[in-house]
């Protein structure tokens, strides 16, 4: 599981006590400007065991940006993370080729994901939302859900119901790792 675009005090904490419950441990690709914003919700990622990405610190679309401001926005993300390489997601999935080959200088791993929640998406009913996300994970799926007020409703209906069925399935639930 993959937590994109916190942290943020009105979504995060819950989440964390919610994967605390069923012993699950998860991958948080976090933009930079949260948490300068919000270090303590940071530091609780950390403490919970959770795995750090990097998801620039402004969120940028990498094809509306410059290569030198993109690879300047990743810096200063890892700067407040205080983490040298590692994990890196692209916001929305997409940059230039040209970041592609910087980033990989920077970073060990580009995590993209086979299952997007869409928990984001206001005119997706929480009960569809779960139905798909449940009908797509498998074994070894990396799936993303976003900490954000934006799929709060989403969320909250959707990740205690897909941590239960998966867990009742005898799944576990792993940070990735470089
Ligand atoms: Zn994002």
Redesign the pocket.
Known sequence: MTF??GPVPEVTPWVLSVLADFKARATFFVVGENVKKHPEVFRRIVEQGHSIGN?TYN?LKGWKTGDKGYLENCRKCAEVLNQEGGLFRP??GRMRKSQIKEVLKMYEKIVMWDVLSYDFDKLLSPEVCLKKVLRKSREGSIVVFHDSIKAKDNLEFVLPRFLEAFSNKEFVFEPLSV
Do not use: K, L
């Open positions: 994109d675009d998801h969120h916001p929305y």
